[in-house]
């Protein structure tokens, strides 16, 4: 299959779902050999079937990136697999928001382990793989992170997500400017409401709350941010989209 990215490894987190599955469909198509990364191995050897199916190439790593060492082992097995890493879209994470009282120090440590922590760890271990890379004929290699319009405006009961969104979207904009004269492009893509499982991790109440806030929206779908994703992948070396805002049009 060839496309823009004919020939180039991407590596997605949160792959067996959401954001990170449809982006890893997308990229596929674009041409790009998918390393799909996940904990749900089944789901993640159901899509590489799908990725095949339509003509693309992915290779499954199931592992929890949440764990100590893991994402460093997760990009070492990519790299050394393929030979080279041009990509990496951190798109895992999850939310679990409610009542600061009621909710358990736990599901505060999982939000901060797993979409900032997680994602901090396989950048790190990703980047001296990336500046070889935009050494190479595409001149570029990129990171994209998914944060969230919660990494731009707190609101009650989701203090925490808001504190790894807002970190993610910091960390994004640091690294950007770092890393820029080095050929790496960093991207922040902060959606709002989109259909996928993220609202079902959440208690009864906070699922109750978001619904009746949001009950005249229609949600975006995760194609829908796999779209923008792959647009700004596929820009010329010289146009970096650093920020970008992808927002339910009718959500005030």
């Not at 198509?29 to 003509?55: D, H, N, S, T």
């Not at 790593?61 to 393929?82: N, W």
Request: hydrophobic residues 50%; aromatic residues 4%; proline residues 3%.
């Amino acid at each position: 299959m060839a496309g823009k990215l004919d020939g180039y490894v991407a590596l997605v987190t949160g792959a067996s779902s959401g954001i990170g599955a449809a982006t890893a469909v997308e990229l596929a198509a674009q041409g790009a050999l998918v390393v799909l990364v996940a904990r749900r191995a089944e789901r993640l050897a159901q899509l590489a079937e799908r990725i095949a199916a339509a003509g693309g190439t992915a290779r499954v790593l199931a592992a929890d990136i949440a764990e100590r060492g893991v994402p460093a082992q997760v990009v070492a097995d990519a790299v050394a697999a393929e030979g080279r890493l041009d990509i990496l879209v951190n798109a895992a994470g999850v939310m679990l928001n409610g009542d600061a009282l009621d909710r358990p120090l736990s599901e505060w440590e999982q939000m901060v382990d797993l979409n900032l922590m997680a994602l901090l760890a396989t950048t790190k271990a990703a980047l001296p793989h990336l500046v070889q890379a935009a050494q190479g004929a595409r001149g570029v290699a990129d990171v994209v992170n998914i944060s969230s319009i919660a990494g731009r405006v707190a609101s009650r009961t989701a203090g925490v997500y808001n504190a790894t969104k807002f970190g993610v979207t910091a960390f994004s904009e640091a690294l950007r400017q770092e890393f820029a004269r080095r050929n790496v492009r960093v991207s922040v893509v902060e959606p709002g409401a989109v259909q996928t499982e993220l609202f079902e991790h959440q208690a009864p109440a906070a699922q109750a709350r978001l619904s009746r806030a949001l009950s005249e929206v229609e949600y975006l779908h995760p194609e829908d941010v796999a779209e923008t994703i792959a647009h700004i992948l596929t820009r010329p070396r010289r146009v970096a989209l650093a920020e970008v805002v992808i927002r339910p049009t009718d959500h005030i």
